[in-house]
């Protein structure tokens, strides 16, 4: 028998622990994987909304989307969605709903550290990213789409626009009530999709606007994405800088307004 | 380091001295005071509203107390969170699972969290989880997410456990296979800190009970102590109307009392014991009288709930 095994007439003698911190981390992400997988709702606005986005936009000639071929044009705006959909707006109405239901609250009296749970949860919305861009670039390939920089030069990005959201998505998850966060999280994406500099190239509006909008999350990251996969240009340090203020401002207000209860 | 259970000299599992717990000008919990002995079982007993889950919430370390202090495995909930959060497990009395969740998922994950967890098998027969499948936690029953929430606090071998309200609206056989689980954890080493309305769950699973009114202990002891203080307790017999109530009264102790609280229902009240019994049996054989329906009442801890507030428990 190995010293595990408890004793037979005693099955609930003590033998308190922690598992290890890597164990933890994986076994937190894997169930925030799989819950986010069974939520319908979650994926339709995760990766239905996005596919039809980059299939109506680049095919059917409504919207006026500038110099360049429809598709190169129209695929890094989405792909920036595919980010603004999961790092702000599920993660949001996910974390929204989890405090509302106690679930923050009874997860603190596990030995998974808080610090944890944001890890776990940033690992998960960084791998449904990679599995929502592995996806659209299958489509947009099947739409002729043929992206010139280097996917690395995205990584950098990628990661900073996530940060920025997420701090934006956990702000509000942790200050407003669940509906109110469900709301406001579904108002915001609809609100950046129309009007937020993903669709519609900054460079196709007037210079004011222009310039209002480019310092929007939204704008910022999908004009580093057409830099990148359009123009092939590198890594751009304007959207860049932008992208990390946002990321300062809503994790660091997050982690201090953030209510775990 | 040892873990507390196997010091020589056990410390108490919990103490709260002068616990003061406000929100606003409400005084939740105003002044408690008690001790948790390592290993057994104590019950916080009270009407809604008394203060029974701000107490818990302060020992567990969601809510910062206004004033007093509290030191669990003689640490400070607080500050050492992280220290205690893998030795003590906690059941809230509610909320705290992802509505999506199924049971034995949930279960299976919190065991994860933990080095050595129980055998989630076992723990999912023992409370007739198993026919949960694939229902999400919103769909279970009460009484399953009630079973569910206590499992997920035993998971991890804690070595005390924080259960509020624990049987709050199961039916009598969940209600049964929650009081032998929380026996077995006795039996076991565990501590128990459990919350209830339920006199017959004090009663029965207690070592010690801590009567809390109005954010106030009122009474604390064991069932026995409590229901025995002051010796209070009668006995009850049929025979004729109008027996000789001065030759009985004559018979017994000083301190007894006698009545025909019914015409031919008769009533000894005072410190029951074996002497009392006899004593009164006595008489009546010497007169010829046959106690029909002899029955002993040990006061209960309803009626020293309502002799201390003049209320009933619920
Ligand atoms: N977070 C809170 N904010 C304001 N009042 C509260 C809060 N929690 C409890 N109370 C109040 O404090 C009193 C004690 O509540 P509680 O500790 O939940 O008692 P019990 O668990 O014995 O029912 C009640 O009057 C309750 O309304
Ligand atoms: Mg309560």
Redesign the pocket.
């Known amino acids: 028998m190995s010293r595990t095994d408890p004793v037979p007439d005693h099955p609930f003698a003590p033998r308190p622990g922690a598992a290890g911190v890597p164990q933890m981390l994986a076994r937190q992400t894997s169930l925030e994987l799989r819950l986010l997988l069974r939520n319908g709702e979650q994926l339709l606005i995760t990766l239905v909304i996005p596919i039809l986005v980059l299939v109506g936009v680049s095919l059917v000639h409504a919207v006026d989307v500038g110099s360049g071929r429809r598709i190169d044009v129209v695929t890094p705006g989405v792909f920036s969605l595919a980010v603004l959909s999961t790092a702000f707006t599920s993660l949001a109405i996910a974390t929204g709903f989890e405090r509302r239901y106690g679930v923050l609250k009874r997860l603190g009296a596990t030995p998974l550290p808080r610090w944890g749970l944001i890890a776990a949860k940033s690992a998960t919305v960084l791998v449904v990213e990679l599995g929502q861009l592995l996806v659209l670039a299958g489509v947009a390939s099947s739409l002729g789409w043929s992206p010139r920089g280097s996917w690395l030069e995205l990584v950098p990005l990628l990661l900073v626009g996530t940060a920025a959201f997420s701090g934006l998505g956990l702000l509000m998850a942790g200050t407003l009530r669940a509906e109110a966060t469900l709301a406001a999280a579904n108002l915001v994406w609809l609100l950046l999709l129309a009007g937020g500099g993903i669709i519609v190239p900054l460079s196709r509006l007037p210079a004011g606007v222009a310039a209002g909008l480019s310092v929007l999350p939204s704008a910022a990251l999908t004009e580093g994405m057409r830099a990148v996969l359009q123009h092939g240009s590198g890594l751009p340090a304007g959207p860049l800088v932008v992208l990390a203020v946002w990321a300062l401002l809503g994790v660091g207000t997050a982690s201090v307004a953030f209510r775990w209860e | 380091m040892r873990p507390a259970y196997t010091r020589s000299v056990p410390a108490p599992a919990v103490e709260v001295i002068d616990l003061v717990k406000r ?1 606003g000008d ?1 005084v ?1 919990v105003d002044g408690l005071s008690f001790e948790v002995p390592a290993a057994t079982v104590t019950a916080v007993l ?1 009407p ?7 107490t818990v919430e302060c020992c567990e370390g969601y809510r910062r107390p206004d004033r007093g202090s509290v030191r669990v495995l003689g640490l400070d909930p607080r500050r050492d969170g992280h220290r205690l959060r893998p030795r003590v497990g906690v059941m809230l009395q509610q909320g705290g699972i992802y509505p999506t969740v199924r049971a034995v998922e949930m279960l299976r994950h919190v065991a994860g969290l933990h080095a050595h967890p129980l055998d989630v098998d076992m723990l999912v027969e023992r409370l007739g989880l198993g026919a949960t499948g694939r229902t999400p936690f919103r769909r279970l029953s009460g009484g399953q997410q009630q079973r569910l929430s206590l499992a997920l606090a035993v998971v991890g071998r804690p070595e005390l456990v924080f259960l509020d309200e624990p049987t709050a609206g199961l039916d009598p056989q969940a209600r049964r296979a929650t009081w032998d689980l929380i026996a077995q954890l006795r039996t076991d080493g565990v501590t128990v800190v459990l ?1 209830t309305h339920y006199l017959e769950e004090a009663e029965r699973l207690a070592d010690r009970v801590l009567v809390v009114d109005h954010g106030r202990v009122i009474a604390a002891g064991s069932p026995a102590e409590l229901t025995h203080r002051e010796g209070q307790g009668a006995l009850r017999f049929r025979a004729p109307a109008g027996l000789d109530l001065a030759s009985l009264r004559a018979a017994l102790p000083d301190a007894v009392t006698v009545a025909e609280s019914s015409s031919g229902g008769y009533e000894v009240r005072g410190a029951l014991d074996p002497h009392l019994v006899a004593a009164v049996t006595t008489w009546c054989a010497t007169h010829g009288v046959m106690p029909e329906g002899l029955t002993l009442a040990r006061r209960s801890l309803e009626d020293v709930f309502l002799e201390l507030t003049g209320r009933e428990l619920r």
């Not at chain 2, 809604?48 to 701000?54: F, L, P």
Request: glycine letters at 24%.
């Open positions: 929100y409400l939740a009270g809604n509203g008394a203060g029974k889950t701000s919350t």
